[in-house]
Every structure is written in structure tokens, then in C-alpha cells.
């Protein structure tokens, strides 16, 4: 520490070599400033037009440049967010130790932060591992560009002019199909981790192959992802599973050696026996979801993914006589336990998980009132989702939910006929409270006790 902190003063660190920029001319690039989203146009001319530097940056040039529809903007200027703040009237700084601005225009927002400075594992403050704890020194535009993770993420894009300034050789690698890290990638996943995780994911999003530079060391270091904050991780394991390509990203992982010991979902999702096809199923169907623009709901993903661990814990339970319902809440719980410690899944989302878990012993009960009650619930269309998937995946048979659908949406007289036909789920072992009926209820003579 106070090594650092003497040689910090005295031998005052060369900066990087701030390289020389290509500028890349739109002929040769191909990006027209009208494929931007009006949003990240207008807050760079704004920017622009009151003598500050600003470009779009980072993912959105390159999937432009890939052909990829951006997914967001960032703007990178030179202004400090008090200055981009001062500018834009729907505009917001977030962000405690190192700032940036969300300017909102329309529906969009746009993230817009200040040139910062590398910070590498020798100015920078870091654990002992290595890894940067604070990245929040503002910088020149060519330092900016050498703190970013890969070439292909280190091009800035002026929508005044349609020129690319390109530091790292980011637009040849593009063309070559090639995630190359910018700097040494030992020490760059020294100070980030997760930029192994972000590797093979880019990778597999956009087809790039990670130069073999930047893959070799991944294995050996792969361990160094259990020092990452676990509600850091979650983050990016969400964008790994929503991004579309959560089924390439996932074998590229296993390939990688990246699952193994280091994150307790990894293991399950790639491990299980019992509930692989069950888990591949809900990540194909997810992907489809994605790339269709539809919505997808982490909470579902996650409680697919966990599924088969529930079980396996739930039967166990039961086995050693505990009552069914409470040790499904147990096991609920433990799974979910299990994966905290690394993997910060967030309190909203567990609330999710609980809930279309929590539902599935109910789609067993097909006599009286508990099918009405059932899809009266306001999570019922995600409990049944998950009930049709568990069919698809050969766990149940695939009349349960057919029957469940027809249900939901028969008439009156049809749902009287459908409850009476219903095989009846086999009575659980435990004594069940009789519960007084309604009189008059639409289902509530000649049929046999309800399960409760
Ligand atoms: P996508 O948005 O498609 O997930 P992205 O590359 O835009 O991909 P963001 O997390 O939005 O990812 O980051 C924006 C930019 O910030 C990146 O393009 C990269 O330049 C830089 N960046 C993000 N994470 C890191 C990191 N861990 N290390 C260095 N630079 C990073
Ligand atoms: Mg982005």
C-alpha cells in the first residue's frame, strides 16, 4: 500500500500512449447518422453545438457496424455531467463515486458519461487480487477509448460528420469477426473479471471469435470471478440469459471452463441430469422470445432454470416425512439460499420465482373450486407457461395443461363437464382440512373432498 502510494508520487506514471486515432470516413464504414436513434443524434449536436466533444460509443456502433439493431446509446463527451446536466431539461445524474448523466428525450434514454482515465492495477485502487475498485478519474478521448474492454467497443461515432475515430483498430477487427481485448487480457481480467463473462458473450451475440489471445487465459483465471460482488454478477448473467443467444453463450461457457465450481446457477443449468432438457428448452424458448422482441420475464427464466433443484431437495423432504406444502416452501428456499452467496438475484425477482414455483402443485388439483380460484390468480398465465413447459419437457403428462387451457377459457356448462372427466391427482399422505363450501357454488355438489 504505501509502496504504491511513494511510487505513485515519485515516478508520477507515464499515461498510456495515447495512440493515434484512425478516422474512418463513412464511405468506408457505411453508418449513416439517420440509422441512429433521434435521441443519441440530438444529444450529441446539443453537445456539439456548445464546444464539447461527444460521440456515440461503445455496443451501439459496433452492432451498427455488424448490422446488429442497437440495443441503446451511450454518448461519450468531454463535458462533466454537471455540464451535460446543465443542457438538456429531462436530464438526471446517477451514480455516486463515478457519475453519469441519463438524459431522456421521447421514450428513449441516453446514457451519457464523461471521458474517463485508465485506471490499470498500478494507479488504481484494487483488492488483492488485482481488481479495480474505482474507475472514476476523468480522461482524455484517447485514455477513454484504452479503458475499454475489447477493440470492437472503443469506436466513437460523431453523427455530425458520419466519421469513426477508432483508436484500437476496432472497425479492421470487426471486419475480421474478431473480439480482440484492448492491452494485455491477463491483466485486463485481473482488474475485471467480468470481462471474461462479457467475451463470450459478445462472442456468441454477434459471431465474433475471440482472438486466441484473449481466450487463452480465461480457464486459468476463471477462479478469479468468485472475488466479483454477487449483485455485479447477477447483472451480467442477466444479460448473458436475455441476450438472445443464451443457449450459444451457455455452451461457450462450459467450453470456456467457465461454469465449473464458480457460479452455483451455472452448475445447475449445466449439470443436471434430470432437468436438462427442461432448462434447454426454457433457454431456446427464451432466445425465440428475445429475438422476437417479445418480453421475458427474469423471473420466469430463473425459476425454469432452478426448477429441477427444487425438485430433487422437495422430494427429498418429503421422503424424510415432512408435509408436502411446507417442504416445497423449504425447498424454495433453500435453492434459492444456495445461489445468494455469489449470485445476487435481485428481492423482486425472487418474489417472481416464488410465485410461479408456488403455483404448480396447484395445477394437480383438478376437482372443486380450487381450478377457479387457481385462474382468477394474477400470476396464473406465468404459472401455466411454466406448467406447459414442464409438459413439453417430458416431466408431466401434456394433457395437464391442455386440460388447463381448455379450462380457462370454457364456459360455464364446459367447465362443470371438464372438471367431472378430470383424472384426480392422487390424494397427499398428510390429513386435509375440510373446508366449508359457498352454498350454490357453481362446483360444489358431487364432487369428492378438494385438496387444500
Ligand atoms: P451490450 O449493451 O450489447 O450488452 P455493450 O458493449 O454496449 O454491450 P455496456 O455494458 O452497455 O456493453 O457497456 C458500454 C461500453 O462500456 C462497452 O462497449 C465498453 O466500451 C465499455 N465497458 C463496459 N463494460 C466494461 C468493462 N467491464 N471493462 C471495460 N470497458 C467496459
Ligand atoms: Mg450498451
Not at 446517477?94 to 446514457?111: A, D, L, Q
Not at 402443485?361 to 380450487?370: I, L, T, V
Request: aromatic share 6%.
Amino acid at each position: 500500500m504505501i509502496r504504491k502510494l511513494l511510487r505513485k508520487v515519485f515516478t508520477r506514471q507515464a499515461p498510456p500512449a495515447a495512440p493515434e486515432p484512425a478516422l474512418i470516413p463513412v464511405d468506408q464504414h457505411g453508418i449513416r447518422r439517420e440509422q441512429l436513434s433521434p435521441a443519441a443524434r440530438k444529444v450529441c449536436s446539443v453537445l456539439q453545438e456548445h464546444g464539447y466533444k461527444a460521440f456515440v460509443v461503445g455496443g451501439a456502433v459496433r452492432d451498427l457496424l455488424i448490422g446488429h439493431p442497437p440495443k441503446d446509446y451511450d454518448v461519450a463527451t468531454s463535458a462533466t455531467p454537471e455540464e451535460v446536466r446543465a443542457l438538456f431539461r429531462r436530464a438526471r445524474i446517477i451514480g455516486r463515486r463515478f457519475k453519469i448523466v441519463h438524459v431522456m428525450s421521447g421514450p428513449e434514454t441516453i446514457e451519457v458519461s464523461t471521458f474517463r482515465a485508465l485506471q490499470d492495477a498500478e494507479s488504481a485502487e484494487t483488492d488483492e487480487h488485482g481488481r479495480v475498485l474505482r474507475d472514476n478519474v476523468y480522461g482524455s478521448q484517447a485514455e477513454d477509448a484504452t479503458r475499454r474492454d475489447f477493440t470492437v467497443n472503443a469506436l466513437y461515432y460523431d453523427p455530425g460528420t458520419e466519421t469513426i475515430v477508432d483508436y484500437h483498430h476496432g472497425v479492421a477487427d470487426v471486419q475480421q469477426k474478431t473480439l480482440r481485448m484492448i492491452g494485455d487480457p491477463r491483466t485486463r481480467y485481473r482488474e475485471d473479471p467480468v470481462r471474461m463473462l462479457r467475451a463470450v458473450r459478445l462472442g456468441a451475440k454477434l459471431g465474433l471469435s475471440i482472438d486466441p489471445a484473449a481466450r487463452g487465459p480465461i480457464r486459468e483465471m476463471a477462479s478469479l470471478l468468485e472475488n466479483v460482488p454477487a449483485a455485479r454478477l447477477f447483472d451480467e448473467m442477466l444479460k448473458l440469459l436475455l441476450s438472445g443467444y443464451a443457449v450459444k453463450c451457455l455452451r461457450q461457457l462450459r467450453e470456456e471452463g467457465l461454469h465449473h465450481g464458480l457460479l452455483p446457477l451455472l452448475d445447475v443449468i449445466l449439470e443436471q441430469p434430470m432437468g436438462e432438457r427442461f432448462v434447454w428448452l426454457s433457454l431456446e424458448n427464451t432466445d425465440e422470445r428475445v429475438r422476437q422482441d417479445k418480453p421475458v420475464s427474469p423471473g420466469f427464466l430463473f425459476a425454469t432454470l432452478l426448477w429441477h433443484e427444487v425438485l430433487a431437495n422437495w422430494e427429498t423432504k418429503k421422503r424424510a416425512g415432512e408435509h408436502a406444502q411446507p417442504a416445497l416452501f423449504q425447498a424454495m428456499d433453500d435453492v434459492l439460499d444456495a445461489q445468494a452467496g455469489k449470485l445476487a438475484i435481485t428481492r423482486r425477482i425472487v418474489g417472481d420465482i416464488k410465485d410461479i414455483w408456488a403455483l404448480q402443485p396447484r395445477f394437480d388439483k383438478r376437482s372443486g373450486k380450487m381450478p377457479y380460484r387457481l385462474i382468477e390468480q394474477p400470476r396464473y398465465r406465468a404459472g401455466w407457461d411454466f406448467l406447459r413447459l414442464r409438459a413439453h419437457s417430458g416431466e408431466i403428462p401434456l394433457d395437464v395443461p391442455e386440460w388447463w387451457d381448455r379450462f380457462a377459457h370454457a364456459g360455464h356448462d364446459e367447465r362443470d363437464a371438464l372438471l367431472r372427466d378430470a383424472p384426480q391427482a392422487e390424494a397427499p399422505a398428510k390429513k386435509r382440512r375440510r373446508r366449508r363450501r359457498k352454498p350454490g357454488g357453481a362446483d360444489s355438489a358431487a364432487l369428492p373432498a378438494e385438496a387444500s
